[in-house]
């Protein structure tokens, strides 16, 4: 009896260690379980969109109603929408339990149209590819004097490296002249000039600006020499000058 007893109790010591991490596995597996049949995602909600319709946003985003709120790569996701819709700036993904995903986006409009060989490609304001068109919206400044090489819609616009620099300011300048409610004004911007960044404005006025210059205090001196002028004047606005801007007129 002793001997049997001692031969049970050393078979139950040697399959503890092998049970030990079945258990963990079942309860894994158990968890597993739970997570997949309690957070299934029934219903997904797109919101935020304008220019593009429900059922594109999520033909876009791969998703499917019957899939697990927990187990989506939220990053994939995002990447997905933003490599199909140009338009699209900003994705937001968040859960609403017990079987909800809100996705939420923010898109952009076009802020200028960069000359191309068969019109002119419409960018955002951080410089992302939208669309290449015949003409652009009306109110959307053109960037002349360089060319984007290789465009793609979503990807980010590139005039090649002699012109990295210019395209960094005129797109400040989009950005900034945005701000102040006069990039409407804004006609063709010009990058070809070494020297120094001209654009038109208002139709009856060039306004010339050195490259390495605060842009937004450069608007703000715009400003007020236009305010200064009759509306019939028109001519050249040279900013040229630190702390000093000139007006010759035509």
């Avoid at 158990?30 to 299934?40: E, H, N, Q, S």
């Avoid at 060319?147 to 960094?168: C, F, H, I």
């Avoid at 102040?180 to 208002?202: C, K």
């Avoid at 306004?207 to 236009?226: A, F």
Wanted: proline share 5%.
């Amino acid at each position: 009896m002793g001997k049997t007893r001692r031969s049970h109790r050393r078979r139950r010591g040697r399959l503890t260690p092998i049970l030990k991490p079945l258990a963990v596995l079942a309860a894994v597996a158990a968890m597993l379980w739970a997570v997949a049949l309690f957070f299934r995602m029934d219903h997904i909600v797109v919101s935020g969109n304008e220019r593009y319709t429900e059922t594109e946003v999520l033909a876009a985003s791969g998703l499917q109603t019957g899939g697990n709120l927990y187990f989506l790569n939220k990053f994939d996701v995002k990447e997905s929408i933003f490599d199909q819709l140009p338009y699209v700036e900003t994705v937001r993904i968040n859960r609403k339990l017990p079987d909800t995903l809100l996705i939420e986006v923010g898109e952009c409009k076009a802020a200028a149209g960069v000359e191309s060989e068969n019109g002119v490609w419409l960018i955002s304001e951080q410089g992302r590819l939208l669309e290449e068109t015949a003409v652009p919206p009306v109110g959307c400044p053109v960037i002349a004097g360089a060319s984007p090489v290789e465009p793609a819609a979503t990807k980010p616009v590139d005039l090649g490296e002699d012109y990295a620099y210019r395209l960094g300011v005129a797109l400040t300048l989009l950005r900034e002249s945005e701000t102040r409610g006069m990039r409407a004004n804004i006609g063709v911007i010009d990058l070809s000039d070494d020297t120094a960044l001209s654009f038109t404005y208002l139709g009856r006025f060039t306004v010339r600006q050195p490259w390495t210059t605060d842009v937004s205090y450069k608007l703000e001196s715009l400003e007020t020499v236009v305010d200064y002028l009759e509306n019939n004047e028109a001519g050249r606005i040279d900013l040229m000058t630190e702390g000093k801007a000139s007006f010759i007129p035509e």
